[in-house]
């Protein structure tokens, strides 16, 4: 399709990365309203068009895992199954019809229930901004008859957590992160797990008022997961008034009530 200069000088504005997709976005756009080329005016309306189309949403939620799935040396979990199940929970409690009552008018992106899960604490998958949270995790426990005073988990602790004493190793649980490394990298198999499972977290988003996930509870297994998840959506539904995120019911009702509720 022929580009109008002020149109293809509007178009060099966009990043470069993105340029290419939004020009054929454009161009489909254009043709489809029978245009033959693109004039500013044109560009302009299919803009308004595309912005309007990306922010609508048919779905009441997004479930999204990490890279590191089956491929990941980091990865503590295996979180397939459980993704999947979460998933299942939301399809059951209707989330998507739920909201649509909600949110008065179209129903868009911003307003979708985010689960986000990353298998270790480096958490790649932007889970601090979804609404339910979770991230594999161990807890070290260390065996000081079995330890040869190596000093290799020293070195490989990003977080300084870990220190030789002369009564033997030492792990500071406050700065613990729980990423399994000290774990794998004993010769002497002197640290091993005392907990794995899942960090869980609620209330993460991003918008006019962003706010970070909040640190919930341990969950040990999928199961507990999903009871915990359960719980939160029975909350998540029974405090919401017009289709605003957790994190908007947390700041209103407070997150000491939330955990009250959740946590019992
Ligand atoms: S969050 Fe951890 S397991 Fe997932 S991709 Fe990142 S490093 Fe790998
Ligand atoms: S689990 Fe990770 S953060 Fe915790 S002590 Fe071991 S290496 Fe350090
Ligand atoms: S890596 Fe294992 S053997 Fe070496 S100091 Fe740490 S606990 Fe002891």
Redesign the pocket.
């Known amino acids: 399709m022929e580009w109008e200069r002020e149109a293809e000088e509007y178009l060099k504005k966009i990043p470069f990365f993105i340029r290419g997709k939004v020009k054929r976005e454009v161009e489909k756009y254009l043709s489809e309203k029978g245009y033959k080329k693109v004039s500013l005016e044109a560009l302009l309306d299919a803009k308004k068009a595309l912005l309007e189309k990306m922010s609508q949403a048919e779905n009441g939620y997004e479930v999204s895992g990490c890279f590191g799935l089956n491929s990941c040396s980091n990865a503590l979990t295996n979180s397939e199954k459980l993704l999947k199940n979460l998933e299942k929970i939301l399809e059951e409690e209707k989330i998507t019809e739920f909201l649509k009552k909600k949110v008065k008018g179209q129903l868009k992106a911003h307003h979708k229930f985010k689960i986000g899960l990353s298998e270790c604490p480096n958490a790649c998958s932007q889970i601090y901004i979804c609404d339910f949270a979770l991230h594999g995790f161990v807890k070290p426990e260390?065996n000081?008859k079995?330890?040869?005073?190596?000093?290799?988990?020293?070195e490989?602790c990003e977080e300084e957590a870990?220190k030789?004493t002369e009564c033997?190793?030492v792990i500071d649980e406050k700065k613990c992160v729980g990423c399994g490394q000290?774990l794998k990298?004993?010769?002497?198999?002197?640290?091993t797990e005392k907990f794995k499972g899942y960090k869980v977290y609620l209330g993460g988003k991003l918008g006019r008022h962003p706010r970070l996930a909040t640190f919930l509870t341990y969950a040990e297994n999928e199961k507990e997961v999903e009871k915990i998840f359960k719980k939160v959506l029975a909350l998540y539904k029974e405090y919401n008034i017009k289709g605003e995120r957790l994190g908007a019911i947390i700041e209103r009702i407070g997150f000491d009530k939330v955990k009250k509720l959740v946590i019992s």
């Open positions: 260390v000081i079995k330890c040869s005073f190596c000093g290799s988990c020293v490989v870990i030789l033997g190793v000290c990298i004993c010769p002497e198999g002197a640290i």
